[in-house]
Every structure is written in structure tokens, then in C-alpha cells.
């Protein structure tokens, strides 16, 4: 069952990594920060699940796995206020 999870882990990590060549193939055309956001973040994720198939014990409630994944959400939070002008910048 152990190699059937790891193929599942495999095949979203492949996911996410897509969608982040993505997004980054989008910021490169435009140079748009929320496009390189999302790209970092969904990079970030799949490089969370690679490393979630690769450990002996696979836990999502793991204080790493768990930072990772705050650190992608924290980037598409920020993507989003960016975007809106939300940030207070100029």
C-alpha cells in the first residue's frame, strides 16, 4: 500500500510543479509579480510532496511538511494582496 500512496504523492507533486512552470512561464512574458508568487508557491508545494513520498513515515501533521506548506499559502496570500493593491506599496 506504501508504494501505491508514494505514486500518489509522485503524481501530485508532478502536478503542482507543472502548474508552477506555469505560472512562471507566464511572470516571464509579463514580468507580473503575482504570476511568480503563485509560481514560487505551487514550486514550493510540489517540492513538499516529493519530499512527503520520500520520508519513511509519511505525516502531514510533520512540523516541516507542515511550515512548507504555511510558506505556499503565505505566497499566494500575498500574490493576492499585491495584486489589489493591498500591501500599502507605491
Not at 495584486?83 to 506599496?89: H, P, Q, S, T
Request: hydrophobic residues 60%; charged residues 15%.
Amino acid at each position: 500500500m506504501a508504494s501505491l500512496n508514494q505514486l500518489m504523492l509522485g503524481a501530485i507533486a508532478m502536478g503542482f510543479v507543472v502548474a508552477g512552470l506555469f505560472f512562471f512561464r507566464f511572470w516571464d512574458q509579463g514580468r507580473d509579480r503575482f504570476f511568480l508568487l503563485f509560481a514560487l508557491s505551487f514550486l514550493a508545494e510540489g517540492g513538499n510532496r516529493v519530499a512527503l513520498a520520500l520520508t519513511p513515515r509519511p505525516s502531514e501533521g510533520s512540523a516541516v511538511i507542515y511550515l512548507i506548506r504555511l510558506l505556499a499559502f503565505l505566497l499566494i496570500l500575498a500574490a493576492i494582496l499585491d495584486k489589489n493593491d493591498l500591501l500599502g506599496r507605491k
